[in-house]
């Protein structure tokens, strides 16, 4: 297995819960549209930000496991790159979501 499938198999065992995966598919774009939004308007780029961090807290708290980004940074960039996959998959028609044989 690849560092990346070895990545994502990891990321994928913290993410479980169909709570935590739902906070995690909204609170993941939220920061990311926050970045841009932040050269219009400070206060809304705030607001963003934090109500998608506070998305994957809750979203992990429910899980009953902590984020893994607490253990390794590098999955700060995996979460969002697992959710471009999913969404990639969603929107093409194409599976690339979550290995369902485990």
């Known amino acids: ?6 990545l994502f198999a990891h990321y994928d065992a913290s993410h ?48 009953g496991k902590p984020p893994a980004f607490f253990a390794d940074p590098v999955y700060l960039g995996v979460g969002p790159l697992h959710f471009a996959k999913v969404a990639f998959g969603l929107l093409s028609g194409k599976s690339a979501g979550r290995d369902r044989t485990r």
Do not use: D, Y
Not at 1 to 6: D, I, P
Not at 27 to 49: D, E, K, Q, T
């Open 16 to 63: 479980r819960h169909p709570l935590n995966r739902a906070c995690h598919l909204i609170g993941i774009p939220l920061i990311i549209a926050a970045v841009p939004v932040f050269f219009c308007s400070f206060r809304a780029a705030a607001a963003m930000f934090s109500a998608g961090w506070i998305l994957q807290f809750t979203g992990h708290w429910i899980e």
């Open 1 to 6: 297995m690849s560092e990346k499938e070895l």
